[in-house]
């Protein structure tokens, strides 16, 4: 689970409503069931509209790796792989078989079992960067959805709240009604405002961010089965995977390495 996105949504929308009360304002004054159905069915509307329905077919998959999806571990992968290269420097690339079944990761496990297998390295490369390629762009596509629901958001306020307008001048034989139709007019922007900048466009930043560590571990994996099927030095290939990170992040490899 995913605290960072919790805790930011549960802060967020938290300090929202507790300025409404501390003002004395009414939760229940922000329910308008006309805005929320323009508002919300609105944006999804035309967002499905912006996407392929396959896109919007695996959007609980996305909303469930942005809450629970799992951290992948730098050090533990570049842990790992400097062991594999240990083992295959001492016993061969054969001796690697029974480990590779063991692998959770799909993706380290394919690689390795080819490079076991005997397949050529460019063919190794070619395949990993292909499905690396893939995944990125289907994590982006995820991302792209929820930062599209954060564009449509206000203007589809905006809309709600002209509507509101409109339908409050067509009816001005009551002048003291003037005030609360304002007032539940402006609750359609609010609406829009506050789900793009509080939800939607975060959650868009933060499945991008998380598509860019994972491709950064799925190019660790890669250029370290290729080292292993090369026969590097495993300090070679220590160091090699080190230079993907930046110099605190390699410093903590570091000590977990020496550490195992």
């Known amino acids: 689970m995913d605290l960072a996105t919790i805790i930011g949504l549960v802060l967020a929308f938290g300090s929202f409503f507790g300025s409404i009360l501390m003002e004395g304002g009414s939760l229940a004054a922000l329910i308008n069931p006309s805005a929320m159905l323009l508002v919300f069915g609105g944006t999804i509307g035309?967002?499905?509209?912006?996407v392929p329905l396959s896109t919007v077919i695996g959007i609980p998959n996305v909303v469930k790796h942005a809450f629970?999806?799992?951290h992948m571990d730098t050090a533990h992968v570049?842990?790992?792989l400097v062991g594999f290269a240990e083992k295959a420097r001492r016993e061969g690339l054969l001796a690697l078989e029974e480990q590779a079944r063991e692998i959770d990761d799909e993706f380290l496990k394919k690689g390795i079992q080819l490079a076991?297998?005997?397949t050529d390295p460019e063919m190794v490369r070619e395949i990993m960067e292909t499905e690396v390629a893939f995944l990125a762009q289907r994590h982006a596509e995820g991302a792209h959805f929820f930062t599209t629901?954060?564009?449509?958001a206000p203007t589809l306020g905006v809309i709600g709240t002209v509507s509101g307008l409109v339908h409050m001048l067509a009816n001005l034989s009551d002048p003291g009604s003037m005030g609360p139709s304002i007032a539940a007019a402006f609750i359609a922007t609010l609406y829009g405002v506050c789900t793009a900048n509080l939800m939607f466009l975060p959650l868009g930043a933060k499945l991008k961010h998380s598509s860019q560590e994972e491709v950064l571990v799925r190019e660790i994996m890669t250029e370290g089965i290729l080292s292993i099927q090369a026969g590097d030095n495993p300090r070679i290939v220590e160091e090699k995977l080190k230079a993907f990170l930046s110099p605190k992040k390699r410093k903590a490899i570091e000590e977990a390495l020496q550490a195992a």
Request: charge should be neutral.
């Open 46 to 50: 035309a967002s499905m509209v912006s």
């Open 116 to 118: 076991i297998d005997g």
């Open 78 to 80: 570049i842990q790992t």
């Open 149 to 152: 629901l954060g564009g449509f």
């Open 68 to 70: 629970f999806g799992k």
